[in-house]
């Protein structure tokens, strides 16, 4: 997944991740395959949660100096957060999965329900495809 983010020129200014020892390996397997400096991954004990009002609200006080944030979490607090943010999106998130949305915001604080337009969802079932 890490290779295909960079392959496809996906970048983050930050990455957030769920304290969960599997969550803290995939994210440093992703920095990895991203040359993204795994000494810049915050984890955070809020994350490790399966409530999507958890992430929301940590996810309303990220620094505003950051545009493009991974977040590393857990289901079914992200599958429900994607299809709260975007109507196009509710589906369940496999496990490994990666989805990115264009957030009609210009501070987190604004994060809101309906507020995203889905730029790509990717799987490990459909990494090769155009899907």
């Not at 496809?8 to 400096?37: G, H, I, W």
């Not at 979490?73 to 949305?101: E, K, M, V, W």
């Amino acid at each position: 997944m890490g290779q295909w983010l960079k392959t496809n020129q996906v970048t983050f200014d930050q990455v957030y991740c769920s304290a969960a020892q599997r969550a803290m390996e995939t994210a440093k397997t992703l920095c990895l395959a991203m040359d993204y400096p795994k000494h810049k991954i915050i984890t955070k004990l809020e994350l490790y949660d399966f409530d999507m009002n958890s992430i929301y609200h940590y996810i309303e006080a990220i620094d505003d100096r950051y545009h493009n944030v991974a977040i590393i979490g857990h289901n079914p607090a992200l599958s429900d957060l994607s299809a709260y943010l975007c109507s196009s999106f509710a589906r369940n998130l496999p496990t490994c999965s990666i989805i990115q949305f264009d957030l009609d915001i210009s501070e987190w604080v604004q994060i809101s329900a309906l507020c995203a337009k889905l730029s790509f969802f990717k799987h490990p079932g459909n990494l090769l495809t155009n899907e």
